[in-house]
């Protein structure tokens, strides 16, 4: 930026002869503070002021008084084309508050004084923000700084694409708590005042190499900022090469195996691979022949017509070295488009190997299926992926979850009984990458007068009955890993106490020990209480509670989640199959309804009971609305037909179970047939199992058809 850019054009343009009254119009009329005095050719004679002004007023000069001998004439000029810091540097070293800008001539072009350099500087640093605030947005890596109170102020596109989170809701907050998982490199590098070394990061959609950096303002650490480049890609193409590589491996070794000559060429028609059958064959060496075409080395496997014609070729009879051959050949074709070609040389004891035309075709479907390996990745989840909702606000929650497990801080999971804590908390483990074991400790399980030595152990010799040796406490078991308190808001007080001690200093005692121990324990609790009220009761520690209520994560219950049943029954079906050694397939539409119905106070943990209960008293391949407890079932449903009243003599009590369920079973078929006047198809939907489970089970209790169906004409 020069000086034209920098000044006042509309300046106040005097003569030597022009007097005090005149110029003091001037003045107010253009709103100066300097006026310039000029030739008649427009260079500068000198300027005038307003203070000159001010002296000859207080002088009680007339107002006709001419101005020339108050004029300054030593003025500072500077040219137009000057950049604005040379001016700047020009009017420092005067000492003066206003130059006269120039042209090459020394013509006057315009005034520049001290607010105009400001507004100039402004000006400039603002659009050097701005340029400096669009390079960090539309960077592709994801760009995040702090302030050294460890406050979020920026936060940029693709950092909010990273962790999903909008930019707008992350400002002016703590690193910690909103993204645990790069907190510690950030406060490291600004506390540090030093750089950190990159580390790679999980993050929710992608995998990330972080970078820390401490802010520097005059020689003064003021903030840290991260930089994020995301390796998802490359990890992709790291992969692939790694099992091309592999499969590439695997091919060669194929071909070796193969007893027959093997030639394979690329779309140049210049060879990639050959085997020591057609080498032997040949009587050549690898090297002579890799990389070179196939046309001009071997002519008569006629690899280059494959490759122009992408057309398959068996049973070609050549005669090669004198030896009576049978060739085929056939393109390579990858996503739909031909890469290369193949051929197959049968050349060994031909009148006595037909067996190897059928290895060979198992070989070439090896080859097919190694080609269809070549494109394929392998994606894997998370343990998160067993918490099973279609939820939003689940979904949600296990968003959470999921950032919350990649750093350190404790986690407080609240929800009613049955809600699916546990599973939380052990994904939370699972997800963090803690070497040590998770350990659960049910604090509403163990008597109160257990607690402290189940907690923190006990030293040999303790008390009367202590295992020699002294035993681990819960802390030390779980030291590297993950403690989850279960029921916390059944702790006793005096527990609390000892519990926040080692929260807070990382060390305890054990009982009758005089030596601290130091653990690296994260604490995940859970608990069904509300544990405002049990703070109001004086129930609970409120310095406790705020200690670990770092991350809140509160499950909603089951009610208000209902569109998650079909998902969840089908879960669990498949779940309690396996326990039981059934093979139910799920529940009817009716089952379902009755189930939405319901307001399940012991959330999933019910809901599972529930089922399990149907499938030990269910008979058929479905849960119908008729095996599940009265509580559910109580309804009207027009599911089964009502079955006919049990005969008047039950059957021997030496009948196996077996036989009295086969037996109620056929009764239901019998009756179900009975109402449908034998349509198997009305049947079979009233009974909720397939027509042709239906089939075999007419079959297999021998019902007569006569006797219930009509015509097959009617019915086919």
């Not at 343009?13 to 005149?22: E, F, I, P, R, S």
């Not at 993204?179 to 990061?201: C, F, T, W, Y």
């Not at 009984?417 to 599973?423: A, F, R, V």
């Not at 189940?454 to 040796?469: L, P, Q, V």
Request: include cysteine; glycine fraction near 6%.
């Amino acid at each position: 930026m020069n000086m034209s850019s920098c000044m006042t054009k509309e300046f106040v343009a005097l003569q030597a002869d022009c007097t005090l009254g005149y110029v003091l119009t001037q003045f107010l009329a253009h709103r100066q503070d300097v006026g310039c005095v000029l030739y008649e050719d427009g260079t500068l004679e000198g300027i005038i002021t307003k203070y000159q002004l001010y002296r000859m007023i207080l002088k009680n000069c007339p107002l006709d008084t001419p101005i020339t001998p108050y004029l300054y004439r030593d003025v500072t000029t500077v040219p137009f084309h000057y950049p604005v810091t040379e001016a700047r540097k020009i009017l420092l070293s005067a000492k003066v508050a206003h130059a006269v800008i120039v042209d090459d001539v020394g013509k006057v072009l315009g005034v520049s004084t001290k607010s105009d350099l400001i507004q100039s500087f402004l000006q400039r640093e603002r659009r050097l923000i701005n340029q400096m605030t669009a390079l960090i947005e539309n960077l592709e890596d994801g760009v995040i700084g702090i302030d050294h109170m460890h406050h979020i102020h920026t936060f940029n596109s693709a950092a909010a694409a990273m962790f999903q989170i909008n930019s707008d809701t992350v400002m002016e907050e703590h690193i910690q708590t909103l993204l645990p998982m790069i907190s510690d490199g950030m406060i490291h590098a600004l506390e540090n005042e030093a750089p950190r070394e990159p580390q790679k990061v999980q993050l929710p959609s992608a995998v990330v190499m972080a970078s820390y950096t401490p802010i520097s303002f005059r020689e003064k650490v003021i903030g840290a900022i991260a930089v994020l480049r995301d390796l998802t890609a490359y990890e992709k193409v790291a992969r692939e090469l790694e099992t091309t590589k592999r499969l590439e491996g695997m091919l060669e070794s194929a071909l070796e195996m193969a007893y027959d000559g093997i030639a394979i060429i690329d779309e140049q028609g210049c060879f990639q691979m050959v085997n020591d059958a057609l080498l032997e064959l040949y009587g050549i060496s690898r090297e002579e022949l890799l990389g070179t075409p196939a046309s001009q080395r071997l002519p008569e496997l006629n690899l280059e017509d494959t490759l122009r014609t992408g057309k398959e070729l068996v049973g070609d009879i050549q005669v090669i070295r004198g030896i009576k051959c049978v060739i085929t050949r056939m393109p390579i074709i990858v996503q739909n488009k031909q890469v290369g070609a193949i051929a197959k040389v049968i050349f060994r004891q031909l009148p006595h190997m037909k067996d190897l035309f059928s290895r060979m075709e198992n070989l070439e479907h090896e080859l097919t299926y190694y080609r269809g390996e070549y494109m394929r990745s392998h994606v894997q989840g998370t343990a998160f992926d067993h918490v099973i909702t279609r939820n939003s606000a689940m979904e949600a929650i296990k968003n959470q979850a999921y950032l919350s497990a990649q750093g350190s801080s404790t986690v407080l999971i609240t929800g009613e009984s049955g809600t699916g804590k546990e599973l939380f908390a052990q994904a939370i483990h699972e997800i963090s990458g803690r070497p040590g074991r998770f350990v659960k400790v049910n604090c509403a399980a163990i008597p109160e007068e257990l607690l402290e030595s189940e907690f923190f152990g006990y030293a040999d010799g303790a008390f009367t009955g202590a295992r020699k040796g002294g035993k681990p406490g819960k802390f030390e078991l779980a030291d590297g890993g993950t403690l989850f308190l279960d029921e916390i808001g059944d702790m006793p007080l005096a527990l609390q106490a000892k519990l926040l001690r080692v929260l807070q200093e990382k060390s305890f005692d054990r009982i009758g020990d005089t030596v601290s121990r130091t653990v690296d324990v994260r604490i995940v609790a859970a608990t069904n209480k509300h544990l405002e009220d049990l703070i109001a009761e004086r129930k609970f520690r409120e310095d406790l509670y705020y200690r670990i209520h770092v991350i809140h994560l509160a499950i909603p219950p089951l009610r208000e989640r209902k569109e998650d049943l079909p998902l969840l029954c089908s879960h669990l079906v498949q779940k309690l199959n396996k326990i039981l050694g059934k093979q139910v397939q799920g529940v009817t539409p009716s089952t379902l309804e009755r189930l939405q119905q319901h307001h399940w106070p012991g959330n999933v943990r019910e809901l599972e009971n529930v089922l399990e209960r149907a499938m030990n008293l269910n008979a058929g391949d479905w849960i119908v609305p008729e095996a599940l407890p009265a509580f559910l079932a109580n309804a009207e449903s027009h599911s089964l037909p009502v079955p006919p009243p049990l005969p008047a003599k039950l059957p021997a009590l030496t009948h196996s179970k077996r036989d009295v369920i086969a037996a109620a079973e056929r009764d239901l078929i019998v009756a179900a047939l009975s109402e449908c006047g034998g349509n198997r198809s009305l049947a079979a939907e009233r009974l909720a199992i397939s027509r042709s489970t239906l089939y075999q089970k007419i079959k297999k209790y021998q019902i007569e058809e006569r006797s219930f169906f009509e015509s097959k004409s009617q019915h086919p």
